[in-house]
């Protein structure tokens, strides 16, 4: 696992172009102003106290307000009652508020927050308001692109409330977390563009993390990608997530994503 | 006498007229936009340009970050208006070079030339056509990248307007 990292990370770091459209974590800059997104995220992860598959379902609509402003909306359906089940959404928004590029970089920051709610039974310590709990986040987004390479790093604090109206959040459990993420990426293909309909090919990792800031339980997870973008308009992310580490109960840490987007520009002025 | 006011009046109304109709257009404009390595962020800043109001066409080289942009015939589009484009997409321009038809750059005192009631600084000699077009190049915030405007401060402390950022004024040169 080790030298896989090491390996993969020298390949990206080697790399000749880079991305910055990372799949389990967003970066500094916005969505087009007037632009608007819609993606399909699917995620099956395998449960680890119970046998089988815990699969979710998040329709996103992303909406590029002005060139620093965007906002974005889920939906979270999930399988857990063995049906597939709305259970919540959520309300995102980021704001730019800093950008100083040149010809062949870039480092951009910005603010972002989300309120989450979710009516599904509370059942691991890790806090995850994007489909288990109720709650919100805040935190800062930095974006670096340093010889056409992209690292990407965010803070934030994110605290769960009940999921209202039948699920309370435990007491023993701690409420909020500290949350951190560092992601990379790279162009694969082309090496030369020609035209805007080549598909591109982009290969990311990531590395999310998370401590309970009540008793300093934590996890960190890895999460390598494949993205591939067609058309210059549409995606499709292919990711798989492993947990590196952890010292919190969680219910299901190991699994697949798969993203589908497409992206209309100029819909509004 | 009232009559030959008249008539002055109205061949000065002509003739401004005539000068408004003839008020010059950039034919072409080529901008190199920064930090960005996708398809489709250039795809976004395509996309913008295109849905500017004036705009004919516009023609990417993805590898460069290029996009030549021409205009319709009679639109007036300025500058700030490409800019506003690229910056809505979420980028910036690093470069900006404008070709004008020479015979529209007639240049008043203090190297200004008005165009579409923004006034353009040249910022070196004399204007030097070819083939009766010329291409300037704009060199004020936000049309050059952040680090070379900062240079460009002090390159240009004694041109008084230049620090001002008065988004109608443009301060150009010629590029052969």
């Given amino acids: ?269 | 006498m009232k009559n030959i006011n008249l008539k002055f009046i109205g061949i000065a109304c002509l003739f401004l007229i005539t000068s408004i109709k003839s008020y010059s257009q950039i034919s072409k404009a080529e901008i190199i936009a920064t930090g960005l390595t996708c398809s489709m962020c250039s795809n976004a800043i395509n996309k913008q340009l295109k849905a500017t109001v004036g705009v004919d066409s516009v023609s990417t080289d993805l590898n460069t970050n290029t996009f030549t942009v021409y205009f319709k015939k009679e639109s007036k589009i300025m500058p700030r208006v490409l800019k506003e484009g690229v910056e809505k997409a979420g980028f910036f321009i690093g470069s900006l070079v404008i070709t004008v038809p020479t015979e529209n750059l007639k240049i008043e005192g203090d190297k200004t030339i008005s165009l579409n009631g923004s006034t353009f600084v040249l910022l070196n000699e004399e204007l030097k056509n070819s083939n009766g077009e010329t291409k300037l190049k704009v060199y004020d915030k936000g049309y050059v990248t952040q680090k070379e405007h900062k240079k460009l401060l002090k390159t240009f402390s004694k041109t008084a307007s230049y620090p001002l950022d008065n988004e109608d004024d443009y301060h150009i040169k010629t590029v052969i």
Avoid: C
């Avoid at chain 1, 590029?101 to 709610?117: I, P, V």
């Fill in chain 1, 1 to 269: 696992m080790r030298k896989f990292l090491i390996a993969f990370s020298f390949f990206l770091i080697q790399g000749i172009s880079a991305q910055e459209l990372f799949v389990v974590t967003d970066p500094a800059s916005n969505v087009p102003a007037g632009s608007l997104g819609i993606r399909l995220g699917q995620s099956i992860f395998k449960e680890q106290m119970k046998s089988g598959y815990s699969y979710h379902l998040m329709p996103e609509v992303t909406w590029g307000i002005n060139k620093n402003l965007m906002v974005r909306t889920s939906m979270f359906v999930s399988n857990r009652s063995n049906q597939l089940v709305t259970e919540g959404a959520s309300f995102y928004t980021k704001y730019r508020f800093l950008s100083t590029d040149d010809l062949h970089s870039h480092f951009r920051m910005a603010a972002f927050g989300r309120y989450s709610f979710n009516n599904a039974d509370i059942h691991q310590e890790q806090i995850e308001i994007m489909g288990h709990n109720t709650g919100f986040e805040t935190g800062i987004v930095a974006t670096q692109l340093i010889k056409k390479v992209a690292i990407s790093a965010s803070v934030s604090f994110e605290k769960a409330f009940d999921n209202k109206p039948d699920y309370r959040f435990p007491t023993t459990q701690s409420d909020n977390a500290t949350n951190y993420t560092v992601s990379l990426g790279r162009l694969m293909y082309p090496k030369k563009y020609t035209n805007f309909k080549q598909t591109n090919i982009n290969t990311m990792l990531e590395f999310v993390g998370q401590t309970l800031n009540e008793n300093g339980k934590s996890y960190l997870d890895i999460v390598p990608s494949i993205q591939f973008i067609v058309n210059s308009q549409a995606r499709i992310d292919v990711a798989y997530r492993q947990e590196l580490y952890s010292s919190m109960l969680r219910s299901a840490p190991n699994g697949f994503y798969l993203n589908l987007e497409y992206n209309f520009f100029n819909v509004s002025k």
